[in-house]
């Protein structure tokens, strides 16, 4: 089980450009979801989806557009990138279930910064 | 609003040394409070999930607690490998979506 997957590690764009962040899960789970984390702040969320072909906003979307075509994967996509995005980028997944009994499984993160 | 404090931002420990991070909460009916662990690089790993006040958690050298305000991360006779960054989130009734606290980076020094 590698858990959840997040490609690129690092990524440098321009402003202006577009990207798309990866996020595959092989834990079956419906749940998945975008964090973002900055210096000072808690882990704010961007979108969710509760399974595929479901998305929905979190609380930080602007400028970032999701689709769940698989239980799989969730792509990140940022349309024209501002140096407000510089940040990690954290994809996380849950099982069956309520939020409260089960816990968020997250990846290991994409390094963004926007110059 | 939801909120979460946590305190101190950074601590750092001999080897050995106890000691407790805090996690202060304000959230209008706590359906649950979850520890994670995060180590440089890396994403938050699970800890503990704790429901009412009164509840303990145990692993290792972890013990987390949980009153109506607030929660302790209890770090008994810490190692050099317990050096991360602890988060702290809090899961409202009736909400799916987790508010973090900025976390406390806790250094242990061999």
């Known amino acids: 089980n590698a858990g959840v997957t997040q490609t690129p590690k690092f990524q440098v764009l321009k402003t202006g450009q577009s990207m798309t962040l990866q996020c595959a899960q092989d834990?079956?789970?419906?749940?998945m979801s975008w964090y973002r984390q900055d210096p000072g702040m808690g882990l704010r969320l961007i979108h969710y989806?509760?399974?595929?072909?479901?998305?929905d906003q979190g609380e930080v979307p602007n400028g970032y557009n999701v689709s769940r075509s698989t239980t799989e994967d969730f792509p990140l996509r940022l349309l024209s990138a501002a140096p407000s995005q510089t940040s990690v980028y954290f994809c996380?997944?849950?099982?069956?279930?309520?939020?409260?009994?089960?816990?968020?499984?997250f990846g290991n993160g994409t390094r963004l910064t926007v110059t | 609003e939801d909120q979460v404090t946590q305190s101190p931002e950074a601590l750092r420990l001999q080897e050995g040394e106890s000691s407790s991070l805090n996690c202060s909460y304000t959230?209008?009916?706590?359906?649950?409070l979850f520890w994670y662990r995060q180590d440089p690089g890396k994403g938050p790993e699970f800890l503990f999930t704790?429901?009412?006040a009164g509840e303990e958690k145990e692993k290792e050298r972890l013990k987390a607690t949980l009153t109506k305000k607030e929660s302790f991360l209890h770090i008994t006779a810490p190692k050099p490998e317990d050096s991360a960054t602890y988060l702290c989130?809090?899961?409202?009734?009736?909400?799916?979506?987790?508010?973090f606290g900025t976390g406390t980076r806790l250094t242990i020094i061999p």
């Open positions: 996380a997944s849950r099982g069956k279930g309520p939020a409260y009994n089960s816990p968020l499984h």
């Open positions: 834990m079956n789970h419906e749940y």
């Open positions: 989806s509760v399974g595929a072909g479901i998305t």
């Open positions: 959230v209008s009916g706590l359906r649950g």
């Open positions: 704790l429901y009412s």
């Open positions: 989130a809090v899961l409202r009734f009736g909400n799916e979506k987790l508010t």
